[in-house]
T-cell receptor, first 114, second 114 residues
Framework: DGGITQSPKYLFRKEGQNVTLSCEQN?????MYWYRQDPGQGLRLIYY???????QKGDIAEGYSVSREKKESFPLTVTSAQKNPTAFYLC?????????????FGSGTRLTVV | AQSVTQLDSQVPVFEEAPVELRCNYS??????LFWYVQYPNQGLQLLLK??????LVESINGFEAEFNKSQTSFHLRKPSVHISDTAEYFC????????????FGSGTRLLVRP
């Protein structure tokens, strides 16, 4: 079955360390997104990409970086510049032709700073 | 700019009682509207959507939502809730243009009590 796979499910980061969250989809979707979720704040857009080798900053891009070298993959790096990275991270994708059907989401990665 | 307001952060209700989760949006252009559901430590799942046509849309598990253009609302209702409906519910809006960005509300936690 097609879907989005996020890994790992849980991730622990030490202070000053960079970590990379994986997001892979086999839905042949063009656009992919990264959201951060904090309690009571809903979903906030970090970065998004509508085509390979191109991406745009969302509302809270500082301290994060992404790449889109393949259509199927959109990894997110949380850098040491992100001062409060503890959160639940969600990856999503949508098709350019079927964009009116909303997003398909992965199951999330919970990142904790230790 | 678009925005989505979910007026209630938490809605407690007894099992088999009716429930309404409120969603209002602001946009200067026509939009698509969505409701997503999130169970603990999981990603978001599409519950239902309004694209065009009939203003009343239904999901397979008994939820329904009505698009009211004059009141810019898309409230979610269920006539009789189950314990298993306990989850977080997100309203989202997308402009009817080439942008694929979804704007989410802050979420409403539905807590069904026995």
């Amino acid at each position: 079955d097609g879907g989005i796979t996020q890994s790992p499910k849980y991730l622990f980061r030490k202070e000053g360390q960079n970590v990379t969250l994986s997001c892979e989809q086999n839905l042949n979707h063009d656009a992919m997104y990264w959201y951060r979720q904090d309690p009571g704040q809903g979903l906030r857009l970090i970065y998004y990409s509508q085509i390979v080798n191109d991406f745009q900053k969302g509302d809270i891009a500082e301290g994060y970086s992404v790449s889109r070298e393949k259509k199927e993959s959109f990894p997110l790096t949380v850098t040491s510049a992100q001062k409060n990275p503890t959160a639940f991270y969600l990856c999503a994708s949508t098709s350019r032709t079927g964009a009116n059907y909303g997003y398909t989401f992965g199951s999330g990665t919970r990142l904790t700073v230790v | 700019a678009q925005s989505v307001t979910q007026l209630d952060s938490q809605v407690p209700v007894f099992e088999e009682a009716p429930v309404e989760l409120r969603c209002n949006y602001s946009s200067s252009v026509s939009v698509y509207l969505f409701w997503y559901v999130q169970y603990p430590n999981q990603g978001l799942q599409l519950l239902l959507k309004y694209l065009s046509g009939s203003t009343l849309v239904e999901s397979i598990n008994g939820f329904e939502a009505e698009f009211n253009k004059s009141q810019t609302s898309f409230h979610l209702r269920k006539p009789s809730v189950h314990i298993s409906d306990t989850a977080e519910y997100f309203c989202a809006v997308r402009k009817m243009d080439s942008s694929y960005k979804l704007i989410f509300g802050s979420g409403t936690r539905l807590l069904v009590r026995p």
